[in-house]
């Protein structure tokens, strides 16, 4: 006797979108709290601040980054979600916003996991080296990542914009 779980609703895949963008933020404010109580008791180290100058360095890099792996990824994802489509002659509208829903999901988290990864090294920047500094670049990146919320306007825009490009790409 098999037991099929029940699928999951595209409301439930944006809260659930929603809570890990919240969390991945959430990581980054929890540190970044945990080092100005912690770390920014003495004073700036002497010599040159290697690991501050190299974290904003990536954080600058990073930045570019999202902008690019992240939708090279989920565009081969939507290509390929579409062929299979196609071929499999499955044109159900709710399983197919499902599984772009998933592709945006993946999108977001790579992209974000991009942003909080330079956030965190610009944080071990502080508490090493105890520059000031490196708050710059944890405080853009946690400004995009707030601006990354996976909204139903965002989800829906992306998709539709997805869709526009692979039928111009796949035009008969």
Same mark, same amino acid.
């Given at each position: 006797?098999?037991?099929?779980?029940?699928?999951?609703? /595209?409301?439930?895949?944006?809260? &659930?979108?929603?809570?890990?963008?919240?969390?991945?933020?959430?990581?980054?404010?929890?540190?970044?709290?945990?080092?100005?109580?912690?770390?920014?008791?003495?004073?700036?180290?002497?010599? /040159?601040?290697?690991?501050?100058?190299?974290?904003?360095?990536?954080?600058?890099?990073?930045?570019? /980054?999202?902008?690019?792996?992240?939708?090279?990824?989920?565009?081969?994802?939507?290509?390929?979600?579409?062929?299979?489509?196609?071929?499999?002659?499955?044109?159900?509208?709710?399983?197919?916003?499902?599984? !772009?829903?998933?592709? !945006?999901?993946?999108?977001?988290?790579?992209?974000?996991?991009?942003?909080?990864?330079?956030?965190?090294?610009?944080?071990?920047?502080?508490?090493?080296?105890?520059?000031?500094?490196? !708050?710059?670049?944890?405080?853009?990146?946690?400004?995009?990542?707030?601006?990354? &919320?996976?909204?139903?306007?965002?989800?829906?825009?992306?998709?539709?914009?997805?869709?526009?490009?692979?039928?111009?790409?796949?035009?008969?």
């Amino acid at each position: 006797m098999s037991r099929e779980l029940p699928q999951i609703t /595209l409301q439930q895949r944006q809260m &659930m979108m929603t809570v890990i963008w919240l969390a991945l933020i959430m990581g980054v404010v929890t540190f970044g709290m945990i080092v100005t109580f912690i770390g920014l008791k003495e004073e700036p180290g002497k010599g /040159l601040p290697v690991i501050t100058y190299l974290g904003m360095g990536l954080a600058a890099l990073m930045l570019v /980054l999202r902008m690019i792996i992240p939708n090279m990824i989920a565009r081969n994802q939507f290509t390929q979600a579409m062929q299979e489509a196609r071929e499999e002659g499955n044109q159900d509208e709710e399983q197919m916003l499902g599984t !772009f829903y998933q592709i !945006f999901m993946v999108r977001m988290i790579i992209g974000l996991a991009l942003l909080e990864g330079a956030a965190m090294i610009n944080l071990v920047a502080v508490m090493v080296e105890n520059q000031k500094l490196a !708050f710059i670049p944890v405080s853009i990146l946690l400004l995009v990542m707030i601006a990354s &919320m996976p909204t139903k306007s965002k989800l829906d825009g992306w998709i539709r914009n997805q869709m526009e490009n692979y039928n111009l790409e796949h035009q008969n």
